[in-house]
């Protein structure tokens, strides 16, 4: 009952067809509307499919200035190894190091690598056209959801949020798997943070210590979303 009870009160943990299914109908008008299925692509012309779904994310960072995103370059599956790492000493990139898909979603395939042995075994199994970047470490991390008409000079901020990636706190007593086993989230992916996780799975943390599980701040990742709108007044 508790656990259905959580369900409930908390929507982010819903099916994906369940949370979009009541506008299902707005939807469909739309369609009969505009006299096209795909109406809605033309508010990001220059992202394929409107950025609703299977994007490059290079088409993202060619729209912005360089110095706005971390230093960034593309690998393409079964690119000779030798050739990727003199990209990454080219590109004056450090480990830790961030590893996704060119084309991707929801935290799949992200990966924080510490060391050079963890890349080199990354890029062996990974099938797809993925990009190094550098990590960044700034203390929090936002989303924010801008609309504006084109005829319009100023848009408005319809979403803000905090995103906090899923992550526990040590208090100086309990192990690792001990304080996952108490996390709501973290209870729910046992297995998947133990593969990950394994060699400090029974390490006691010490008190206060922050310890990060994912970095990948997705929902399915297990992350916390704080909204944050209240203080986004501002016409941009």
């Known amino acids: 009952m508790k656990k259905l009870f959580y369900t409930i009160t908390h929507w982010e943990a819903w099916p994906f067809k369940l949370i979009y299914a009541p506008i299902t109908p707005m939807w469909l008008w739309y369609i009969i509307k505009s006299g096209a299925v795909w109406f809605f692509t033309p508010s990001n012309p220059k992202l394929t499919f409107g950025g609703m779904e299977g994007e490059p994310k290079k088409e993202m ?4 200035p360089t110095e706005l995103y971390p230093t960034t370059f593309n690998v393409k599956p079964n690119q000779d190894i030798n050739l990727v790492k003199e ?3 080219k590109h004056k990139i450090v480990y830790p190091l961030i590893v ?5 979603g929801q935290g799949i395939l992200f990966r924080k690598i510490d060391t050079e042995k963890e890349f080199i075994n990354y890029h062996t199994k990974m099938p797809f056209e993925y990009i190094v970047q550098q990590m960044v470490t700034y203390p929090m991390e936002v989303s924010v959801f801008y609309i504006r008409h084109p ?3 100023k848009g408005i901020v319809t979403g ?3 995103k906090i990636p899923l992550q526990v706190v040590g208090d ?3 192990t690792l ?4 086993l108490q996390h709501p ?3 729910k992916r046992v297995g998947e943070l133990h593969s990950k996780h394994k060699h400090k799975w029974n390490e006691v943390l010490k008190k206060d210590e922050k310890y990060m599980l994912s970095y990948a701040a997705n929902h399915n990742r297990g992350a916390h979303f704080v909204d944050l709108k209240s203080i986004s007044t501002i016409n941009w």
């Open 160 to 162: 803000f949020l905090h």
């Open 61 to 64: 960072y060619d729209l912005l």
């Open 151 to 153: 005829q319009e000079n």
């Open 100 to 104: 996704k898909p060119e084309v991707g």
């Open 172 to 174: 100086g007593v309990q």
């Open 185 to 187: 989230k973290g209870q």
């Open 87 to 89: 990209n990454i000493v």
């Open 177 to 180: 798997e001990q304080l996952i």
